[in-house]
């Protein structure tokens, strides 16, 4: 696999979406062929499944069933978009991935922590990220500014108490993983946030290649 997967974690309203584009925009002017995509959706299957998840008239989903939607929402955007770019030589940035089931089933809804690792190697075929980016704020404003968007989803409407329960559970994750997941105040400008992301990125690639090029000088 020679692509790059990146992926952007966060709480509801956190801006993964402005901050993956401006990502883009800077690949872009180096020339890099990048790919842009989301969970759960990024294959008409799984944005069918999205449908189905976020529709706030499926109140009575129970966690099971909500877990295993997104494991087969998953399992269908790897095989059909992910790997396929990975393996073309392609950059990938996704908006959420198996870190958000860890966090929304996972540790807001108490779901085992065992069951989830290996319902994600399965969906995944063993698949991680190799950089992510949480970017991280209180949930209560978060909230808010999804609220001013208009039109809020199943998962936006869950209590405060619940988006608190996810945003320990990133922090979980980025403590655990420290080398893959690079924590982002949300709660300011912009373009401070993009410029953080482009310094950690960049910084990432140059270690990259340093252990590429050592790999490729040992015997």
Avoid: W
């Amino acid at each position: 696999m020679s692509g790059l997967f990146i992926t952007f974690e966060g709480v509801e309203g956190s801006g993964k979406s402005t901050q993956i584009e401006l990502l883009r925009q800077h690949l872009a002017e180096r020339a890099l062929s990048v790919l842009i995509t989301r969970e759960p959706g990024g294959t008409p299957t799984a944005e069918a499944i999205r449908e189905v998840l976020l529709d706030p008239r499926n109140k009575a989903l129970a966690p099971m069933a909500e877990l295993l939607l997104y494991a087969a929402a998953r399992a269908q955007h790897v095989e059909e978009r992910i790997r396929p770019a990975l393996d073309a030589g392609q950059m990938v940035l996704c908006d959420r991935f198996a870190d958000s089931t860890t966090a929304y089933q996972g540790i807001a809804r108490g779901l085992s922590l065992e069951l989830l690792g290996e319902i994600h190697r399965l969906a995944t075929s063993n698949l991680r990220p190799h950089l992510t980016f949480l970017l991280d704020m209180d949930p209560e404003l978060g909230l808010q500014r999804t609220r001013e968007r208009g039109r809020i989803d199943r998962m936006e409407q869950e209590s405060i108490a619940f988006h608190r329960r996810v945003r320990e559970g990133f922090l979980a994750i980025a403590d655990n993983e420290p080398e893959r997941v690079v924590v982002l105040d949300a709660d300011q400008e912009l373009e401070v946030i993009a410029r953080d992301i482009r310094r950690h990125f960049d910084a990432y690639l140059e270690r990259r290649a340093r252990e590429q090029a050592l790999a490729a000088d040992t015997p």
